[in-house]
């Protein structure tokens, strides 16, 4: 099971952990870490990139309890440097926030007033 440092602190971009799995799926070489600083793909935001050592991170999912990081060259087991693409994340972390902001004025200003009683008094 992979620890999430990002719900810890989500302004790391660097740490240092193990890569405890390796695997291929779909001709995609993905590694599971013990810690990872990437949020998955997940809620309406896409997955973070950066780097797993020497390869790069193209894309992150959640699979059952472990979260698999899908790379441009395969991976090996034990001691990795994680790095995250930090202003693709903050670009992410600023429109979640903004549609969550913006989505409920949008809503109040589309949604037809509701009508209640007889309209032909």
């Known amino acids: 099971m992979t620890k999430a440092a990002y719900h810890r602190d989500c302004l790391l971009t660097e740490l240092s ?3 405890i799995d390796v695997g291929e799926e779909d001709g995609r070489p993905f590694a599971v870490v ?3 600083i990437f949020y998955p793909e997940g809620g309406g935001q896409p997955a973070d990139h950066g780097t797993l050592g020497e390869s790069r991170v193209l894309d992150v999912r959640k699979t059952g309890e472990e979260i698999r990081h899908y790379l441009s060259h395969t991976a090996v087991e034990g001691p990795v440097r994680l790095e995250l693409d930090w202003p693709r994340r903050w670009d992410h972390m600023q429109q979640h926030s903004a549609q969550h902001v913006l989505a409920p004025i949008g ?4 949604t037809p007033p509701s009508v209640t009683g007889n309209s032909e008094s």
């Open 34 to 36: 013990a810690d990872t």
């Open 17 to 19: 952990t193990e890569v």
């Open 107 to 110: 809503v109040s200003f589309l």
